[in-house]
């Protein structure tokens, strides 16, 4: 699969221009990170929209590019309820989009007012269009999180 690499730059850029329309459309009162790829996301939403409450929640799907499971799992339940909140799942990648489903139910059962899906990029094909996105492409993502340092240690 064709790769596409996105600098820290240009995810700064779009984390800005989607607290921009968070801020006008959809101010969520708790931003719940989805670990590992939505947590960079998630911590940096937080303090551009000013201090927003951040939960976590890891599920799990892949394990390695382009292969994947069944099901995606719940790793690390949400901590506390979400009686009455306005929430903003965060995820770098909507891919096939179960990741968010999973999420999305698991944010309802726990009480949630109105939920809104935030994501870097989706994929053309994902069964969860997120309600926020910048990124649309049917390549592999390469998140600057993920590369390794370039300078090798004697
Ligand atoms: P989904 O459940 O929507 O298929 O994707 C779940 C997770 O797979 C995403 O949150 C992300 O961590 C990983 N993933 C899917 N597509 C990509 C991609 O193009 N690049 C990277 N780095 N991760 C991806």
Excluded at 36 to 53: N, Y
Excluded at 121 to 128: I, Q
């Amino acid at each position: 699969m064709d790769k596409v690499y996105l600098t820290w730059w240009q995810i700064d850029r779009a984390l800005f221009s989607l607290a921009e329309e968070l801020r006008q459309k959809f101010m969520p009162d708790v931003i719940v990170g989805i670990a590992r790829g939505g947590l960079i996301p998630a911590v940096r939403l937080s303090h551009i929209l000013g201090d927003i409450e951040l939960k976590v929640m890891d599920i799990k799907f892949y394990t390695d590019i382009g292969t994947h499971g069944e099901k995606p799992v719940i790793k690390i339940p949400i901590h506390g309820d979400l009686k009455g909140k306005k929430v903003a799942i965060v995820d770098d990648v909507s891919d096939t989009g179960k990741t968010l489903e999973v999420a999305i139910e698991e944010v309802k059962k726990l009480g949630a007012e109105e939920v809104k899906v935030v994501c870097l990029s989706t994929k053309p094909w994902t069964s969860v269009v997120p309600d926020f996105y910048v990124f649309r492409t049917d390549k592999w993502i390469v998140f600057p999180w993920e590369e390794f340092p370039v300078v090798a240690r004697e």
